[in-house]
């Protein structure tokens, strides 16, 4: 008897969490033409687990100490922070989606183009959400490097945060002139044999794809959808490129670092002499705290290196939907942006369009103090380009694994 | 029913439950997933994921990779670990050394990966020392001992986390088989020293402590974290080979890593079934 009773009542259990999950994808939809005062209201008192990189100590310190604090006396949101990038965000909705689960463990994630794909790719994000926010009539939706990403259009899927530049870094003092193109590189690696290498991740197939584009004889050469023809022609090249110059990497090209991190550690220790990154190669930062001589500068490639934006989005089932664009919404603020562009701090460029602002923040944006030992975002602009379609991504790393490493 | 048989099958209920159930759960997942039975991204039964494994041969060459590894490691770690039993028993009772032999047994294994790396990396440690004493003039000139072809880094990393262990396990055998006095006996019946360590040392010690030494292997052959720290890309140890696969860029192949995991995890349970499965007893067989 006793256990038909404890069937019943896990029956009933069962049934009263699915009528929640059905309350709740409602309620999504109606957020979606909810006003913003609605969805003001609605996000009071919440709290919101946002996922995001945790590996730079001033981004960690501008969310902790600035963002976390802020919304909780503007909103009274309690933001919560764990830490996870592209694939354990990806890993997280695959497998929440695979056990059913509707309302989720994270509500906001911290994305750009790669992981941008693999979740439209499994209908991980909610949205389209970016023109609910008041703020975004600060950003410029017809500039195409925010609008697209890694030519797929964003359409208010996800909301632009950051927007940065692929930069080589070097020590002026131990290398005057340093290579800005395939030619010049040829010449460099065979005078200075073993001090430059491609890290085995994002940021080094980001480096393979600036090389490719080159190849291609312009900065626009991967431009468009994925051409299959035009990659096994370049790609080609490329391979047979690599594999010649192997032999004056590091560790005679017998291996590569799997991460761009390790690359940093092996340039502040002298072992390499190129390193390289988004974030305008995030050199402030590193010689503020030492980690890289006073000598270092960062530069682009001659025919380009790729600029693009990060984003946030929302996750489908984000148990705190309105709180989120709340959140974000902060984000997108003159005030917020402004203090994450502080070249002490974050130092990490602005998306908001300085003609879109009232004049009082602009002159804000322009007197702020500029960056001592980086390049600025401006001076890259002449050697931009976009991110090419996510497909070359996936052919370079699969290729670059067989084609190289393991050859 | 008696209450006594009761309660053995509370236990093996337990072990089934707490022990198989969520293993077999989890392998049945992966087998699953292998298939492309299951996945958000997986679009039915397919054996692609499979060929696609099988053809790349970068598994089998990962595998040998880990076999070759973990075989010398605990070969090094065993050998070791029974001459300095052997040669420092007596040294090895005082306080002060077994506490150095305990220590790195509290040490976890990205500690070691990562002590490692910073002791023999090419801007680490002696490379700094060798610098400062000019035996080199540049970082590139001090020998690969980390992220190697040679798997010096991880080999050196296994060694010095598994040896302490087997020194205080073979202290301990030395002691409950009384070897000492079986080795006093044999000299007075006319053993030399040599023939004592080959014919009771050795065997006595080894005969004892043979199934912990085969799960070692086996527990290094799945080793991630120093392989991750100290490993090169290529070939790779088969942990990291795993989840670099499940972790990949292109959703459609993530399979691809639990094909991985499925043939690892057969691998392995079909060898410890093989080993630890009670041989028949012949009675009077030589």
């Not at chain 2, 770690?77 to 420092?88: E, Q």
Request: proline content about 4%; overall charge negative; aromatic content about 14%.
């Amino acid at each position: 008897m006793n256990r038909i009773r404890n069937i019943l009542f896990g029956f009933l259990i069962g049934l009263s969490l699915l009528g929640c999950g059905e309350k709740s994808k409602q309620d999504d939809e109606q957020l979606k033409s909810a006003t913003w005062q609605e969805i003001e209201k609605k996000s009071e008192g919440k709290t919101v687990n946002f996922m995001m990189w945790q590996g730079s100590t001033a981004i960690n310190d501008y969310i902790n100490n600035y963002v976390v604090p802020t919304v909780k006396e503007k909103y009274d949101i309690d933001l919560q922070i764990s830490g996870g990038q592209g694939p354990e965000i990806v890993q997280l909705v695959m497998g929440e989606k695979q056990a059913d689960i509707d309302e989720g463990q994270v509500d906001m994630v911290w994305i750009n183009g790669e992981t941008f794909f693999q979740l439209r790719k499994v209908d991980g994000l909610w949205g389209s959400f970016v023109e609910k926010l008041p703020n975004s009539k600060f950003i410029d939706f017809d500039n195409p490097f925010i609008n697209t990403d890694f030519q797929q259009p964003v359409n208010g899927m996800e909301a632009p945060w950051s927007i940065n530049q692929f930069a080589i870094v070097y020590d002026s003092q131990k290398t005057s002139s340093p290579p800005k193109s395939i030619p010049e590189f040829e010449i460099f690696i065979k005078e200075n044999p073993g001090t430059f290498t491609i890290s085995n991740d994002f940021t080094g197939m980001t480096f393979l794809k600036s090389l490719m584009a080159e190849i291609g004889g312009s900065p626009n050469a991967l431009d468009g959808n994925f051409d299959e023809n035009k990659y096994q022609e370049l790609s080609a090249k490329l391979w047979a490129f690599i594999n010649e110059s192997k032999q004056y990497f590091w560790k005679e090209g017998s291996t590569f670092p799997k991460e761009q991190s390790k690359m940093n550690q092996l340039f502040a220790n002298g072992e390499l002499l190129l390193t390289y990154g988004f974030r305008e190669g995030s050199i402030e930062d590193k010689v503020l705290s030492g980690f890289y001589p006073k000598s270092t500068k960062g530069y682009a490639w001659e025919n380009g290196t790729i600029r693009n934006t990060n984003y946030l989005g929302i996750l489908h089932n984000a148990p705190q939907k309105a709180a989120t664009m709340q959140v974000i919404n902060f984000l997108l603020s003159p005030e917020a942006q402004l203090k994450k562009s502080d070249v002490d701090g974050m130092n990490s460029n602005t998306v908001l369009d300085m003609s879109e602002l009232p004049p009082d923040w602009s002159m804000k944006f322009l007197d702020a103090k500029k960056r001592e030992f980086g390049p600025s975002i401006r001076e890259l602009e002449l050697n931009a380009i976009t991110e090419p379609a996510p497909e070359y991504m996936i052919r370079l790393y699969e290729d670059f694994r067989k084609h190289v490493i393991e050859n | 029913m008696s209450l006594r048989i009761k309660k053995a099958n509370i236990g093996v209920l337990f072990f089934i439950l707490i022990g198989i159930v969520p293993f077999a759960a989890a392998f049945i997942y992966a087998l699953l997933y292998s298939f492309g039975v299951t996945g958000v991204a997986n679009d039915g039964f397919t054996l692609k994921f499979w060929e696609t494994v099988i053809a790349s041969g970068s598994f089998f060459k990962s595998l040998g990779f880990s076999v070759l590894i973990a075989l010398v490691a605990v070969v090094i770690s065993v050998g070791g670990a029974l001459w300095i039993t052997l040669k420092f028993k007596e040294q090895l009772e005082s306080r002060f050394f077994s506490f150095i032999i305990y220590l790195p047994l509290a040490i976890p294994g990205i500690v070691t990966g990562f002590f490692t790396f910073q002791l023999f990396s090419k801007g680490g440690f002696l490379a700094r020392i060798s610098h400062k004493l000019g035996f080199i003039t540049e970082a590139s000139q001090f020998p690969d001992l980390v992220n190697d072809g040679l798997a010096f880094g991880i080999i050196l990393s296994f060694i010095a986390l598994i040896m302490p262990f087997f020194i205080l396990l073979f202290l301990n055998v030395y002691k409950n088989e009384r070897v000492e006095e079986l080795s006093i006996l044999a000299q007075s019946l006319g053993a030399s020293a040599n023939q004592i360590a080959k014919k009771i040392f050795l065997p006595i010690l080894i005969k004892k402590t043979w199934v912990l030494i085969v799960l070692y292997f086996i527990f290094l052959l799945g080793a991630y974290e120093v392989p991750l720290i100290l490993g090169q890309e290529s070939p790779q140890m088969l942990s990291v080979l795993i989840i670099q696969e499940i972790k990949q860029y292109d959703l459609d192949k993530i399979s691809e890593g639990y094909v991985v995991a499925v043939l690892y995890t057969i691998i392995v349970s079909v060898t410890a079934i093989a080993l630890f499965l009670p041989k028949r007893k012949t009675a009077y067989a030589n």
